[in-house]
C-alpha cells in the first residue's frame, strides 16, 4: 500500500490514480515504475474498478504469481492495459483478449508468462484495435510461426 492509500481517506487524491468527478469513477491508475510495489498477485477488488481506462502495474515486482484466470474481462473499458515488467508468470488469461477498446498492450519482459490456449490467432481475434502491441521476452513458442500472421489478420491497425 501506498503512503497516501489510507483507510477513510477520498481516493481522489491517492498517489497513482486518475478521478473522473464528472462520472464518480476512477478512469486510470498507474501504479507503474517508480512505486516499485510488490505483492503475491492482484487483488481481486481491481476488477471492481470496471471504468477504468488505464492500468499501468510496470516495473512492479509481483513474486511470480499467476494473473488471475478471471476478472480483466470485467475491465471492458480499458484502452491501455501495461504489465511491462511485472514478474508474472503462466498462462496469459483470456479475459484480455475481450478488451476489444484496447489501444495499448504490454506484456512484454515476463519470460514466464505464455499462451497455449487459446491460440495466439484466437486471442487477438477481438483485438483489432490495438495500435502498440509490446510481447518481448515472452514464450509464444507454442504458436509456432502462425503468431506473426494473427497479428497481420487480427491487428490491422498495429504500429
Keep these: 500500500m501506498l503512503l497516501s492509500w489510507q483507510p477513510n481517506t477520498d481516493c481522489c487524491h491517492w498517489e497513482g490514480v486518475t478521478y473522473n468527478t464528472a462520472s464518480g469513477h476512477v478512469v486510470a491508475l498507474d501504479l507503474g515504475d517508480e512505486y516499485r510495489l510488490q505483492s503475491n498477485g492482484l487483488d481481486p477488488a481491481l476488477f471492481n474498478l470496471t471504468s477504468l481506462r488505464n492500468l499501468s502495474l510496470s516495473g512492479n515486482d509481483f513474486g511470480g504469481a499467476q494473473l488471475p484466470a ?15 515488467s511485472t514478474n508474472f508468470i503462466g498462462q496469459i488469461p483470456i479475459g484480455i483478449a475481450s478488451l476489444n ?16 490456449e487459446p491460440s495466439f490467432q484466437t486471442f487477438t481475434a477481438n483485438l483489432s484495435n490495438l495500435r502498440v502491441l509490446y510481447l518481448d521476452e515472452m514464450d509464444l513458442s507454442s504458436s509456432g510461426e502462425t503468431w506473426s ?11
Excluded: T
Design 70 to 84: 478471471s476478472g480483466f474481462e470485467r475491465l471492458s473499458e480499458l484502452v491501455h492495459l501495461d504489465l511491462f
Design 101 to 116: 477498446k484496447l489501444l495499448a498492450l504490454d506484456l512484454s519482459n515476463n519470460p514466464y508468462l505464455y499462451l497455449i
Design 149 to 159: 500472421r494473427a497479428i497481420a489478420l487480427s491487428v490491422p491497425h498495429i504500429q
